[in-house]
Nanobody
Framework: QVQLVESGGGLVQPGGSLRLSCAASGSRLSINHMAWYRQAPGKQRELVATINNGGRTNYADPVKGRFTISRDDAKNTGYLQMNSLKPEDTAVYYC?????????????WGPGTQVTVSS
């Protein structure tokens, strides 16, 4: 059974940095695209960044120049490096990936990790 689990969230001061990880577990995995989303209290979930299986990346305008998405296919893990964090970056961050495992291909979500930016 395929699972995604995020880690690396926490409390950080404005201007600080955090690195989120998203680890996929299961057998015979092949990760296609991977993305990070976030959802702040009272707001809709929004796309933060994407990376395809060729390494091409895209970012939402609010995080361009501050966040970097990457992946390590040997470890079945994705990352989101977040620098120059702002209070408005406070949200639950979710990992999303389209994963092929044996004969099955599906979209998977992690349970989320809380990021709080506050002094």
């Amino acid at each position: 059974q395929v699972q995604l689990v995020e880690s690396g969230g926490g409390l950080v001061q404005p201007g600080g940095s955090l690195r989120l990880s998203c680890a996929a577990s299961g057998s015979r995995l092949s990760i296609n695209h991977m993305a990070w989303y976030r959802q702040a209290p009272g707001k809709q979930r929004e796309l933060v960044a994407t990376i395809n299986n060729g390494g091409r990346t895209n970012y939402a305008d609010p995080v361009k120049g501050r966040f970097t998405i990457s992946r390590d296919d040997a470890k079945n893990t994705g990352y989101l490096q977040m620098n120059s964090l702002k209070p408005e970056d406070t949200a639950v961050y979710y990992c999303n990936a389209y994963i092929i495992s044996g004969p099955r291909a599906a979209d998977y979500w992690g349970p989320g990790t809380q990021v709080t930016v506050s002094s």
